[in-house]
């Protein structure tokens, strides 16, 4: 058992709609981190966070440091956002260990 | 730019036929390391390397060397590669500052194929 889980795995929305992306994990961090991986491969950080929420355009990050959950929110989806969104997680030292990804398509 | 960059972005090669995967980072970064990528597992990393001189096993070292001579540069060797080395390599770097998170910065990757 991976000790992230994204859900879901495979998401398919209509643009406009608003998305939601799911993070658990099993024991304490320090952080957690949510990556965008674009079609032709390149790792993007979007958010790093260790409580409550931020916020970035349309993209919105949570944590619950006592539930071990974290959620990716994108509103008034597009199709550009369209990719793998990869969740990871930062104990008390440099690594990283990341969850299989949850891959979005946007349909216009 | 703050970049990552790597070479080259693909790779077809042969079994036993020893070959550098290059990893250059300008922003001065204390931290990098590799990861492979394969369908249904993940990133998992391979080496790392917390500054010049300092390198050690991720969760999947074998096949694998790496060195840090510059505190820009962080190669990956693969003296004798496999078929199951076939995947797609990301290297990485971040700032190391005490204490975390620190923000991960991604080379584009590449693309290895081993047959």
């Known amino acids: 058992k991976n000790e992230v889980e994204q859900s879901p795995q495979n998401l398919t929305a209509q643009e406009g709609e608003f998305i939601t992306i799911n993070c658990s994990y099993s024991v304490g961090i320090s952080a957690l981190h949510w990556l965008q991986q674009h079609p032709g491969g390149g790792i993007v950080s979007l958010f790093m966070l260790s409580s409550g929420k931020k916020k970035h355009g349309r993209l919105i990050a949570t944590i619950n440091i006592q539930e071990k959950h974290s959620s990716l929110h994108i509103t008034a989806s597009h199709p550009r956002d369209s990719a793998v969104y990869i969740c990871a997680v930062q104990y008390n030292t440099d690594k990283l260990i990341f969850g299989t990804g949850t891959r979005l398509q946007v349909f216009p | 730019e703050a970049q990552v960059t790597q070479n080259p972005r693909y790779l077809i090669t042969v079994t036993g036929k020893k070959l550098t995967v290059t990893c250059s980072q300008n922003?001065?970064?204390?931290?990098m390391s590799w990861y492979r990528q394969d369908p249904g597992l993940g990133l998992r990393q391979i080496y790392y390397s917390m500054n010049v001189e300092v390198t050690d096993k991720g969760d999947v070292p074998e096949g694998y060397k790496v060195s840090r001579k510059e505190k820009r540069n962080f190669p990956l060797i693969l003296e004798s590669p496999s078929p199951n080395q076939t995947s797609l390599y990301f290297c990485a770097s971040s700032l190391f500052p005490n204490p975390p998170p620190y923000e991960q910065y991604f080379g584009p990757g590449t693309r290895l194929t081993v047959t």
């Open positions: 922003m001065n970064h204390e931290y």
